[in-house]
Structure formats: structure tokens, C-alpha cells
């Protein structure tokens, strides 16, 4: 959400409120430390206004995994960071940093978002453009619900084979309205389906299924982080394409 609103809000299609207040609905609280030119937390409203007038032109989101840093440029400070949640946000300033969010809670009622800023590299991170991350999700969907399906995993978890089965027909349909004004709709919909595949693939991870053999079960693995990675590399080229967009 920070990347998808913080990229409307640079490229004129929203104001900074408009930003805030939506990232805000969708997370909670959010608040910001490290950021250059601020000494302590400041709110991320303040933390954003601060990066603008430091020079910032635009976010890029990462989304890195074991064996897979996706989007980061390091240094392995930052990488380690990413990688302990899965997720960073680039913010292009003539000295690059990344923000790294983490669970907020305050007392027994308070749970936002803490954004910690770190050194980033200048370096272009390895990331797919939207076309090329749009097609490979088509097919990776394809070849992981083949997979599964000669796995019999309609058998033990139909709830996977028929939202699989769903969301491959749905591909090319997917409504527009899952990122921010600004963006392609080919964006809209890559972002909209990869982030609903993102939470089946998450529970189908957690369960290695029924009466599988360790072979089976191995393909089934296979396939599922063979489809997590391409959904992650669909939701970065979806988030970041407002930048391709802008030039």
C-alpha cells in the first residue's frame, strides 16, 4: 500500500493526505524512524514530506524470500533486514534507503506499522517488467494447478484445487481498483490476482495436505514455490510499474 499510494502521491494523482490516509486505513498507524534529516520517530506523513524534500522521485517495492532476494540492492544489512519480513520499500533519493516495516503495538488496543530506514546501494536491483511478470504468472498458474491436480490434491484440499481453478479463469478478468489512481489497469488487475493467489499459496505452504508420499510431497512443494515466486515477482512489477509509467 505505501508504494502503490506513495507512487500516486509523487506522480500528482493524489495529495500526500489522500496517500496517508489510505495506507493508514489499510494498516493501521503508521510512523517512521531513520528518516534523513529527522532525529526520532516521526508519523508518516511527516517521515514522507521529509523524504520529498530530501529529493524523493519515487517507491519501488521489494519482496524477497530464502534463496531469493527479489528487489533489494543491498547492503547485506538491509538484505538481512528485508528478509527477516519479507518486504522493503526503495525510495529513490540521490543517497538511496530502504524503509523495512514491522508490527507497531502500543498497550492492548494499538497496532500500527513501524518503518525503519536503511542504507540502500545504488545499484539496479533484479526486477521483471509488467508484461514479462503478467505472462510468466499465466503460465506458472497453469503448470502449478496441472501439477497439483495430477497430484490429486482435489482429494485432500478441494478448497485449493477450486480456488486455483478460480482465479486461472478469472486472469485475464480480474477487475481494475487494486492499487492506486495512476496505474495501468493491466497493473490493477496483475496486482488484484497476485494478491489473492499470494494468501492461497501461503496456506497451501502451511499444509503439507493428506496422504502424500515424500516424493509427492516434494513435487507439491515444488510447485507451490514455483508459483510463490512468480506471484511475488507479478506484485513488484505490478507495484512498480507507476515509475515505467512516469517516465
Do not use: F, K
Amino acid at each position: 500500500m505505501l508504494v502503490a499510494w506513495g507512487n500516486a502521491w509523487l506522480t500528482g494523482h493524489v495529495g500526500l493526505d489522500e496517500a496517508v490516509d489510505a495506507v493508514e486505513h489499510a494498516g493501521g498507524p503508521q510512523v517512521a524512524v531513520g528518516i534523513p534529516g529527522e532525529t526520532e520517530e516521526v508519523p508518516l506523513r511527516r517521515g514522507l514530506g521529509a523524504l520529498r524534500i530530501a529529493g524523493l522521485t519515487g517507491l519501488r517495492l521489494a519482496l524477497p524470500a530464502p534463496g531469493d532476494p527479489l528487489g533489494l540492492p543491498g547492503p547485506a544489512s538491509l538484505n538481512t533486514a528485508a528478509l527477516e519480513v519479507g518486504e522493503a520499500v526503495l525510495a529513490a533519493l540521490p543517497t538511496p534507503v530502504a524503509l523495512v516495516p514491522a508490527e507497531d503495538r502500543r498497550g492492548s488496543s494499538y497496532v500500527g506499522v513501524r518503518w525503519t530506514a536503511h542504507e540502500a546501494l545504488r545499484a539496479v536491483p533484479d526486477a521483471p517488467m509488467l508484461p514479462e511478470a503478467d505472462h510468466a504468472l499465466s503460465m506458472t498458474l497453469r503448470e502449478a494447478t496441472e501439477t497439483l491436480l495430477r497430484l490429486d490434491v482435489a482429494c485432500w484440499r478441494p478448497e485449493l484445487a477450486d480456488a486455483l481453478a478460480t482465479l486461472r479463469e478469472l486472469h485475464h478478468r480480474e477487475p481494475v481498483g487494486g492499487l492506486a489512481p495512476g496505474y495501468p489497469p493491466r497493473a490493477h488487475r496483475v496486482a488484484a490476482l497476485a494478491g489473492r493467489l499470494a494468501i492461497v499459496v501461503e496456506l497451501a505452504l502451511r499444509d503439507e495436505g493428506g496422504a502424500l508420499t515424500a516424493t509427492e510431497a516434494a513435487r507439491r512443494r515444488e510447485a507451490l514455490n514455483t508459483l510463490d515466486r512468480a506471484v511475488r515477482r507479478a506484485q513488484v512489477a505490478a507495484y512498480n510499474s507507476a515509475l515505467e509509467c512516469a517516465r
